[in-house]
């Protein structure tokens, strides 16, 4: 009997602070509170796609070509804030986008957050910029957003840079995945781990290569947590989990004919290079280059090198890289 009452104990009181955490979080974070602490939020923007307000960073000439660059699952342009503004000093106008539900983009309860709906509104979003063309490039989630684009609509297409991107649903089989896809489970669990500084600094070793852990500081910490502490942004991540569709990437990426660039950090422990690999066997105008200490993240880990190969891609009219002289880079992997 005694037991039984400390099980229910127990169980009250986890039931309490569950209701007590749902109660008083915050039901969406305002970009005009935290802008003071947003990388580059001078350049931030706001633009209507249907109904849905997205935020976007906009960086050098709107004549120059434009590159549209779009963010991983839980990432925001945040993770651009290095390698951006290089890509307008090089000549290029620059839009890094938060997808729909992420970022400070708004997070709309309707929505399916399904890869196929982020990518039709990367369309309509350049409808509304009034950009014809351009080059995409996609990090992770992001990269299946921008193949997806690229499938369904290649007259907006100018080149292809993928990096360290989902191109099927093996990552959906991921252990915490399959518990926040639990009906309740996912929605009692998911504001202590998205909340929890200490549960993102572990993924972060995990996402970052460990010659790079120097990067995981408290500012990188707050800048990608804080988009990610209020209920609609819980709700979007618990959406996007349940509705992960992305095998189409890798069963329909013999079609792509855009000039492609794949680059993959050689110890990815989140998508490994073999889905690079697959990519390159299978994309007939492409490049594949492998980052050497450099886990899921290039565009933080080796702004200096990633913002050159991407340049140098776009430049050259058929996207030809040229290999280099570094011990950054895995130069058999190089094709030109």
């Given amino acids: 009997m005694q037991k039984k009452h400390i099980a229910l104990g127990l169980g009250g009181a986890i039931g309490g602070a569950i209701a007590m955490k749902l109660i008083m979080r915050p039901k969406t974070v305002r970009f005009e509170e935290v802008a003071d602490r ?3 939020s001078e350049n931030s923007k706001f633009v209507d796609v249907d109904g849905v307000e997205i935020h976007y960073q906009e960086f050098g000439e709107a004549g120059n070509p434009t590159m549209i660059l779009v963010h991983g699952y839980t990432a925001s342009t945040y993770v651009w804030k290095s ?6 000093e090089e000549g290029f106008h620059v839009i890094a986008v938060d997808l729909v539900g992420f970022g400070f983009s708004q997070k709309p309860a309707w929505f399916d957050y399904r890869i196929a709906s982020q990518a039709r509104m990367i369309s309509r979003f350049m409808n509304r910029l009034g950009i014809g063309k351009a080059t995409l490039v996609g990090s992770s989630f992001g990269g ?3 193949s997806w684009v690229t499938l369904d609509n290649p007259e907006r297409v100018e080149k292809l840079v993928l990096v360290g991107s989902v191109i099927n649903d093996a990552p959906s089989r991921n252990a915490i995945f399959k518990v926040l896809s639990v009906p309740g489970i996912g929605e009692s669990l998911s504001p202590f781990l998205i909340d929890s500084k200490a549960f993102l600094k572990m993924r972060m070793h995990g996402t970052l290569d460990k010659t790079n852990h120097d990067l995981i500081t408290e500012e990188r910490i707050d800048s990608v947590i804080r988009p990610l502490r209020a209920a609609d942004a819980h709700n979007s991540l618990l959406t996007t989990a349940r509705n992960w569709d992305a095998d189409r990437i890798q069963d329909d990426a013999h079609l792509i004919e855009q000039p492609t660039l794949l680059i993959w950090g050689e110890n990815d422990e989140v998508i490994p290079v073999k889905h690079g690999e697959r ?6 105008n492409s490049r594949f280059v492998v980052l050497k200490d450099c ?4 565009p933080e880990e080796a702004p ?5 190969l991407v340049v140098e891609f776009c430049r050259d009219s058929k996207g030809h890289i040229e290999p280099k002289d570094t011990e950054k880079m895995e130069l058999s992997q190089v094709e030109s």
């Fill in 295 to 298: 886990g899921h993240v290039p």
């Fill in 144 to 146: 299946a957003v921008c």
């Fill in 279 to 284: 990519l390159y066997d299978t994309i007939l």
């Fill in 304 to 308: 200096e090198l990633f913002a050159e």
């Fill in 83 to 88: 390698v951006a503004p290089k890509f307008a």
């Fill in 38 to 40: 947003i990388a580059h």
